[in-house]
């Protein structure tokens, strides 16, 4: 029975240097006690925002572990907002079921409200843990085992005219990142971040690769400019019909339609390979759209991007809405009360307001469902249709539903992971 007591919270306190690597180590044995080499070590030791994690003490023992990094994620509409982006949580097998997990969501949402954060987000290694904390899927992934020998790529007028050309990953990292920056304000759930993030797509310990090569990286480039890049890895393979190699994309980005395909079309002809594997993909990606055969693709569809919203008013007047909205929300939130109550949501195209209201409430759903609807990637009618969200002015649910759409049918997408 000692193992289900409920653990005091007067063992939870801000991070220091000298604790990291006790820290570490808990959140490192959480998931699984596979060391890390120095490289992922050093990398993670110095993107660590000590200010902003937390470690659950049992005497000198480090229990749990949460923290959060500084980003801003674009929202429909195009504006960059400040977002808790909530990381490295674990609590040892020993403390399970005693509270130190709450205690350290608590202590953390309280923090990232008193920061001005509107949001918070994470992706979850189990997703059912965060929902009771009031979080909600907002953005899907799209998964790719591609046939590279049996699906042909159709591509678009002025894709002959981008150059690919291979480069040294570490050699064009500023490049890269340029293309990225562009695109951020274009697709909701791109995140912005500190520096120091630029060297996280060049992590490469041999222990990731799974028999493939070293990371590599080609670049694209019209007139000069670049204007696309993908990194990769390639693991040979030999069967008995010969060559049966697979390219695993890590990374892809393009400015425009013809740089992506030149990209897309380069990955499908690397010699001797068979198979392109794509994770973490956008779920609208145009690559779907030039393929000759999209069963052989083996397309699959997972979450991704987990929202919260920590702030209501301040959260949805952040956005835009792709129609015209004028809603009162009834939130229920348990975990964060100064939610809870009615919002009066005015918004369009142009921007938004969201103030507290006693006006009768036309839509009634939790914080979740909210977070979950918040990118425009889940929609408020399928949540009214599964019973999360509650209609009580007749016809506000479809209104709802329209303006929270993707803002010019761009899907959320989180390229990666944090």
Known sequence: MGNERTVSANGLRVLTRDDWDKWYGTLIRAFGGV?????????????????????????????????????????????????????????????????????????????????????????????????RFGYGAAAFQLDAEIDTSRVTLSTPDGTDDVRVRYAAPADVAEECQAVYDRLVPRRPGMLTTLPGWERVPLLDPESDRDGASPLQCVVGRRDGETVGYARFRVRPGWGPAGHDGTVVLSDLAALDPAADAALWRFLFGIDLTSTLVARRRPVDEAWQHLVSDIRRCRPSLRDSLFLRVVDVGAALQARTYQAPVDVVFEVEDAFCPWNTGRWRLSGDTKGASCERTTDAADLALSVRELGAAYLGGVSLAALGAAGRVREVRRGALAEAAVGFGAVGGVAPWLPFGF
Request: proline share 5%; with cysteine; net charge negative.
């Open 35 to 131: 060391p890390e080499s120095d490289e992922e070590r050093e990398l993670w030791n110095s993107l660590t925002e000590f200010d902003r994690s937390v470690g659950f003490w049992d005497g000198d023992d480090c229990v749990g572990t949460a923290g959060a990094f500084t980003f801003r994620l674009t929202v429909p509409g195009g504006a960059a907002v400040p977002a808790a982006g909530v990381t490295m949580v674990g609590v040892a097998a020993t403390h399970r079921r005693r509270g130190v997990l709450t205690s350290m969501m608590r202590r953390q949402l309280d923090d990232v409200r008193s920061w001005g954060e509107p949001l918070a987000v994470l992706t979850a290694s189990e997703p059912a843990i965060y929902g």
